[in-house]
């Protein structure tokens, strides 16, 4: 029997009314989601997601796991307290070296926006410290004081200066937002640090550096050892991909570096891009450094390439043939350092298929401090999910769980030995660099190193893969804990670690704009 | 409503031939381009700049289309689903969301594991499917009279 008009009419209302409700269940969690991500236009990176005490003191303070969330509530003055902790407060403006003590090298930069024409004379759109890209190399001896003056000419949106693998006090570390304002146009900063380690370190913009740094606001950082290696020459090769071609010092393709027959040559790699590089040599080679800390007993290395990744460093020593040819050192596989006499030609090998361990490279020597029994452990897991970050709906990177803003605040107090795991299952690489500190690893998927110890400030950590690293809180201050893909970083890979008694008056947004991925 | 279902479900199957024709044109353009000399790595790659090989773009157009407007897409379907009054309509839209979800997941673990991009390109082809048959479900309706219940839907 067919249903009346009346009837009808009454399914039909029902029908509307579960359609309606069915609507608001799939888009009400959406639309909350979307609000409850946006970010406050200015906030203190203190605020930002909950804290990590790593099981050290404050983790049994009834605080201690709260979540104060940017963005859902309002910032909590309490946290910035409650971390900072009931003692004598440093903010991290005052973190800097004595003003009374004179530098012994001395710098003036002037950062601009706009054309730049690059050592094989191509021309781009970037950024230039005083008119080249890469900027000066800026070299200093063991012990030095550096100063450097840096003035904005025309970079609209603001740049700094960062000083990336020297460990500089927290001050000094050139993030726009957490330890300065950005430098706006017309304005200039002055950086004090002592060069305390001899090494190889690189010098970047750390405002919107996922477009500075990419456009070439960056340069190398040579510290030389008190008593220089007798017969070493230097070479310095900063890779970098400049509008989608790779480039050594600015140069595509073959790139000669002048050296003489039989001379020892270490070849300064600095990989100044969002991805790591694979790098290997035509001769055997000795991997002396990474990340400015020497190799303990290096040995000599065929058929394997060493992996930089990205912010990272590794110093290859290579000795040039007798018989007047050139070694080639390929770097990313399109560009290579010919090193040899003037014109001396070098064989092209081909990708090796190994790579180069550094688990078990070189040999052990004591490492300063007792990783075995540490003073706060902490899980830094990246991984990816779907969601919202800031309004936008997509893929993104998560920590822990959690996504930008709700991520974890590291805090240590100084002299901690601190632990920490990092896993990755996100499906893809990324190069994990921790600010103002050195780590060492201690295990990569529980194998433990066995080698050298081995330094970093810029890890390689490969999708499935976990590692443990260790290091020394001797720094105090405010310190980013990120993913040197630069672009991952602006897309909330990026966490902190703070010491306890330090504060901070700068906020991402305000006034300078401050946009420090 | 019926005939938003109808051309959302059909715009989705669209989008799904984009893809493939996108992806597919990237991959032959970025042999080619290594064939002529050019060195793919990952510095290059997440420098973000173009290689400048034919076809590049296709790889960013098969991430933002597939990571970003076929989600929506099949979302806004489910929900006009719930209105259109298309017999199974509702079904059928869960369906290509369900087909979306598994290929979004598909494609993003396919990086770690590159066995699953195996099971991307099959799902691809079910995700095709549904969305042409939930797009002629709703046509059904409009061209077949004879069926009471699309009767009743339409008064």
């Known amino acids: ?17 579960a359609a309606l409700v069915a609507a608001l269940l799939v888009l009400v969690p959406l639309g909350w989601y979307w609000q409850a991500s946006s970010l406050p236009s200015t906030y203190s990176v203190m605020d930002m997601g909950y804290l990590d005490f790593g099981g050290g003191p404050g983790s049994a303070s009834p605080a201690g796991d709260a979540h104060h969330h940017v963005g859902q509530v309002p910032p909590s003055p309490s946290q910035h307290q409650r971390a900072a902790g009931d003692g004598p407060t440093v903010s991290v403006a005052s973190l800097r070296p004595a003003p009374t003590r004179a530098a012994d090298v001395e710098v003036d930069l002037v950062a601009r ?56 006090p927290n001050g000094e570390d050139g993030v726009a937002g957490v330890t300065q304002d950005a430098v706006l146009p017309g304005h200039t900063f002055t950086y004090r640090f002592v060069a ?33 290696a007798r017969g070493v020459l230097d070479a310095l090769a900063v890779s970098h991909v400049y509008d989608g071609r790779s480039t050594i010092n600015g140069r595509a393709g073959d790139v000669a570096q002048v050296a003489q027959p039989g001379q020892t040559v270490r070849v300064r790699v600095v990989n ?19 990340d400015a800390r020497d190799l303990h007993e290096p040995g000599q290395v065929t058929g394997q390439s060493v992996t930089v990744t990205a912010g990272g460093r590794a110093d290859l020593e290579v000795q040039v043939p007798e018989d007047g040819t050139g070694v080639r050192v390929v770097i990313g596989g399109s560009s290579s350092l010919v090193v040899g006499p003037l014109g001396a030609s070098a064989p092209s090998p081909s990708q090796p298929k190994g790579q180069l361990d550094l688990l078990t490279y070189g040999t052990p020597t004591p490492v300063g401090f007792k990783t075995s029994r540490p003073d706060r452990s902490f899980d830094y897991s990246i991984g990816r999910r779907p969601g919202f970050v800031n309004g936008k709906p ?67 950590v490969r999708d499935g893969e976990t590692y443990v690293v260790a290091f020394l809180a001797d720094n105090p201050g405010i310190w980013m804990d990120h993913c040197h893909n630069l672009k991952h970083a602006a897309q909330g890979l990026v966490t902190h670690l703070m010491y306890e008694g330090v504060t901070e008056p700068f906020r991402v947004g305000g006034k300078a704009g401050n946009e420090p991925e | 409503m019926r005939s938003a279902y109808r051309w959302l479900a059909a715009i989705i199957a669209v989008e799904v031939a984009v893809q493939a024709a996108a992806i597919a044109f990237a991959a032959f353009g970025l042999f080619k381009w290594i064939e002529d000399g050019g060195v793919l790595n990952k510095q ?4 973000d700049q173009n290689a400048g090989f034919s076809g590049e773009a296709g790889f960013m157009i098969h991430g933002i289309n597939g990571q970003m407007i076929i989600p929506l897409l099949a979302i806004i379907l489910l929900v006009v689903s719930f209105f259109a009054k298309v017999p199974g309509g509702v079904k059928w839209a869960g369906y290509v969301l369900l087909a979306v979800v598994v290929q979004v997941l598909l494609g993003m673990f396919a990086h770690g594991a590159p066995g699953l991009g195996a099971l991307h390109g099959i799902n691809a082809l079910i995700l095709f499917t549904v969305a042409i048959v939930a797009s002629r479900k709703a046509r059904a309706v409009v061209t077949s009279p004879a069926e009471p219940q699309a009767e009743a839907a339409r008064l």
């Open chain 1, 272 to 290: 100044t891009d969002n991805g790591p590089s694979e790098v290997w040599s035509s001769a055997p080679y000795r991997l002396v450094a990474v």
């Open chain 1, 1 to 17: 029997m067919p249903p009346g008009p009346d009837r009808r009419r009454g399914s039909g209302r029902w029908r509307l009314a």
């Open chain 1, 196 to 228: 305390d380690v001899a090494g190889t370190y690189w010098y970047h913009s750390h405002q919107v550096s996922h477009e500075q740094v990419v456009g070439g606001l960056f340069g190398a950082l040579l510290i030389h050892p008190a008593t220089p």
């Open chain 1, 113 to 168: 926006q706009g054309p730049v024409t690059l050592a094989d004379g191509r021309r781009i759109t970037g950024f230039t410290l005083n008119g080249t890209s890469p900027g000066p190399t800026i070299e200093a001896t063991e012990g030095q004081l550096v100063q450097v003056t840096v003035r904005n000419d025309n970079v609209a949106e603001g740049m700094t200066l960062h000083w990336h693998g020297l460990d500089v």
């Open chain 1, 394 to 460: 997509g893929l993104w990177w998560s920590v822990n769980g959690h996504l930008l803003p709700n991520l974890p605040m590291f805090v240590v107090s100084e002299g901690d030995v601190v632990k920490v795991t990092i896993s990755n299952h996100s499906g893809d690489v990324h190069p994990m660099h921790l600010h103002g500190h050195h780590a060492v690893v201690l295990s990569r998927d529980g194998k433990p190193s066995t080698g050298s110890p081995w330094w970093v400030d810029s890890l390689n």
């Open chain 2, 44 to 47: 290059v790659i997440e420098s």
